[in-house]
């Protein structure tokens, strides 16, 4: 244990061997990581008010490692589709894969995405509140194989699993 007093000095050149090798290990432990997770606290204070978007059963869980960067949700025919938090749209359009799909830029590098909608009912640059309606649900795009809404939730360029936000029931 070192004791500094107030003018004292450390010379941060000097690299000890437990210094290398801790500095080795926390590196390694960060190798993978493409956010900081110090924000953490920030963002999961944001997602504790977290509006489910559609009440329902998931169909298929958050699967990152197979490709699968969200959650399947069925539910009712016609169910309208919520925002999970206020934002503003960045995307309202058709895609080939995922049919017609809405994403909503929230505070602190959030986007949620909402997939396979039926119809949409609002436009990029439209600023919607938490619960407001945004779609109604579908079966739309090359990658589905019945009506249920695939959601999405994206930190800082990073998927994260909803299912730890979400109340379904």
């Given at each position: 244990k070192i004791e500094l007093a107030k003018h004292d000095s450390i010379d941060v050149n000097k690299v000890t061997y437990e210094d290398s090798m801790l500095r080795l290990e926390v590196e390694k432990e960060n190798e993978f990581t493409l956010f900081d997770k110090s924000d953490i606290k920030d963002i999961e204070a944001l997602l504790f008010h977290l509006f489910t978007p559609v009440k329902g059963v998931i169909s298929r869980e958050y699967e990152q490692a197979k490709g699968h960067f969200g959650v399947d949700i069925v539910a009712h025919q016609n169910s309208n589709i919520k925002a999970a938090l206020d934002g503003?749209?960045?995307?309202?359009?058709?895609?080939?894969?995922?049919?017609?799909?809405?994403?909503?830029?929230?505070?602190?590098?959030?986007?949620?995405f909402y997939k396979h909608n039926s119809v949409l009912h609002k436009k990029n640059g439209n600023f919607v509140e938490a619960g407001e309606v945004l779609a109604v649900i579908g079966n739309t795009g090359e990658s589905t194989d019945g009506i249920h809404l695939h959601f999405e939730l994206w930190y800082k360029g990073t998927s994260i699993d909803p299912t730890e936000y979400l109340s379904l029931n």
């Open positions: 503003i749209v960045i995307f309202s359009d058709w895609t080939l894969d995922d049919g017609f799909v809405i994403a909503v830029q929230h505070n602190n590098d959030l986007i949620s």
